[in-house]
């Protein structure tokens, strides 16, 4: 299953990405939203992405508006992983089309928490 | 309207410590214990670096992180997952040290519920421009026995 790591920071990316990848995700990045559209154009088949809302160029709310208006994204499982922890923000994001929510600093384990949850886990993959 | 914001709840370092264990212990360290309030007088910053991140509306909080060039090196090994003696380049240097602040930024924020935006975090050799800005808490932490600052101004 391949997953979109959104996220201006490298750090951030790598963080995301190394927890997907041990559960079985391939990882895609991407630095903000626009360029996030893009790598959807080139990995239709993506199933995950987890995006940041705060970036340049186009942040995580602006990414789940436009991915939401495409008919051909309706699969995608969107996840926020974000500072913005405050109530009114969780809100407008899944709102928005955004399926789950992980506020910074988190652990690996509430990322996998919440993939387990939304059946993201394949069968058979140690967690 | 003009959004009534309480800054009671960061107007004292606990909080900020507190983000900042929650931080260290999830991301940097693996587990908790490495971030506690300095003992004794503040020391001077070696060869420091200044990481801050505004939070934008009508009143502009800036949360502004001084730490050493090598506590921020070690910062950035923790982070990206790197030998102890890999050689940090700027560029990780600054997107580590950056994205600390941001976290720190982010949940000072949500405390106060800020109704503003974050903007992207600056890393710099020199503490930000200031102004005639109201300190509203300044905190020394240790972490692993090194000073980290953290600082929340309220700019004109």
């Known amino acids: 299953m391949k997953a979109l790591v959104i996220d201006d920071s490298r750090v951030m990316r790598r963080i995301v990405g190394t927890i997907l990848t041990d559960v079985g995700f391939e990882v895609i990045e991407a630095g903000d939203g626009q360029e996030a559209l893009m790598r959807l154009e080139q990995h239709p088949d993506v199933r995950l992405c987890c995006i940041d809302w705060n970036m340049p160029v186009m942040n995580g709310y602006e990414f789940i508006v436009a991915a939401r208006k495409r008919p051909e994204y309706r699969d995608i499982t969107l996840m926020m992983v974000t500072t913005e922890g405050e109530q009114d923000q969780i809100v407008r994001a899944l709102a928005a089309g955004a399926h789950e929510y992980v506020i910074k600093p988190f652990t690996a384990d509430v990322i996998i928490d919440k993939l387990d949850y939304l059946g993201l886990i394949e069968t058979g993959v140690s967690v | ?156």
């Not at chain 2, 001077?44 to 505004?54: A, F, I, K, Q, S």
């Not at chain 2, 001084?66 to 921020?72: A, F, L, Q």
């Not at chain 2, 240790?142 to 600082?151: D, F, K, N």
Request: with cysteine; proline share 8%; hydrophobic share 45%.
């Open chain 2, 1 to 156: 309207m003009t959004a009534t914001i309480d800054w009671a709840p960061v107007l004292d370092t606990d909080p900020l410590l507190q983000i900042s264990q929650d931080l260290f212990a999830t991301m940097i360290d693996a587990e908790p214990g490495h971030v506690h309030h300095w003992v004794g007088s503040r020391p001077e910053l070696v060869d420091p670096r200044y990481t801050w991140v505004d939070v934008t509306d009508e009143q502009i909080v800036r949360v502004v992180i001084g730490t050493g060039r090598e506590t921020g090196e070690a910062i950035t090994r923790a982070l990206l997952a790197l030998p102890d003696d890999a050689e940090v380049t700027d560029e990780d240097f600054m997107d580590a040290v950056g994205e600390v602040a941001n976290v720190v930024c982010g949940n000072v924020k949500s405390l106060v519920t800020h109704p503003g935006t974050l903007t992207i975090p600056v890393v710099a050799h020199a503490a930000p421009p200031l102004g005639d800005g109201t300190v509203l808490v300044d905190a020394c932490l240790s972490w692993r026995g090194a000073p980290l600052t953290v600082a929340l101004w309220l700019l004109p």
